[in-house]
């Protein structure tokens, strides 16, 4: 909230040395992209996952582990809307609200194993959502009676959902069948900069490209269980002692785990930091 208090009252300042002649220009962005970001604590635990149901399909007689196919969470679409009021000819402001979403499906995350009563599957399907509320301040650079190269900057806040799921099926079947999920909500802050161009092929129609760089943390995730577990999501890992190995998890906690056998105990956060790449358009009222 700070940054959002800091970035008004510049807006505040600027609005009172604004020509009283000048009229201002109200329009409206909407962008549609891809984002780049690199949540570790949920790539690590999905690893980790592999790594421990490989040894416990290794460990049982009557199975034995075939393949595995588990990747990490890389980028999501994103969608954004913006109202930009133009203060002068170069300086503008907006407000806006976006969508970011981000999953692994079935075939992201899964392991094939051989049972007496069949091939199956296992899958851990994860679901990652952001919407963000952000103010912006534009600078612009003609380069032209139709192109303008601009720079910009934001802060705002976010709030989250992370969701993850277990799951089997045979393989001869499409459905599958859950055993346990986590639903989880949390919130955080998020800092903007980047760099567009944009050009008006009709009048008060633009259409513009820009990269962003993004911070994005969202933490402090509530939730519950379908095993009537409510309340913190933890990332810790756990010394599995059967296979003597530690295993990051994600999980909900009444009240933080505690003990030798736990480690690295702190509140799970994910971490949407990173770059976005969008094109759109700016429809002006």
Known sequence: MKQIRVLILFLLITLLFIPHTYAVDISLKLS??????????????????????????????????????VSELRSGLEFTAEILVAITSRITVGIGAGYLYSELIEDKAVLTFEANWGTWL??????????????????????????????MGGTGKVWGKYIVRDAWRPTEEDDLYYGSFQRTSGRGSMVLAGLGFEYEFEPGIH????????????SDFQGESN??????????????????????????????????????????????????IRIGLVIKF
């Not at 010394?239 to 906690?253: G, S």
């Open 122 to 151: 296992e899958v851990k399907p994860i679901k990652i959502s952001a919407l963000p509320l952000t103010i912006s301040g534009y600078y612009f650079f003609p380069l032209g009676s139709s192109f303008r190269l601009y720079v």
């Open 227 to 276: 095993q009537e577990e409510s309340g913190t999501l933890y990332y810790f890992e756990e010394h599995i002692q059967d296979f003597d190995i530690w295993q990051a998890k994600n999980q909900i906690k009444a009240a933080a785990p505690s003990g030798e056998n736990y480690r690295s105990v702190q509140k799970a956060t994910v971490d949407l930091s990173g770059l976005s």
């Open 32 to 69: 549609l992209g891809q984002s780049f970001f690199n949540p570790q604590n949920i790539n690590r635990f999905l690893d980790d996952w592999a790594i421990g149901k490989k040894k416990e399909i290794e460990a049982n007689p009557n199975l034995t582990y075939i393949e595995g196919n």
């Open 207 to 218: 259409i513009f490209f820009e990269g962003l760089g993004r911070m994005c943390q969202i």
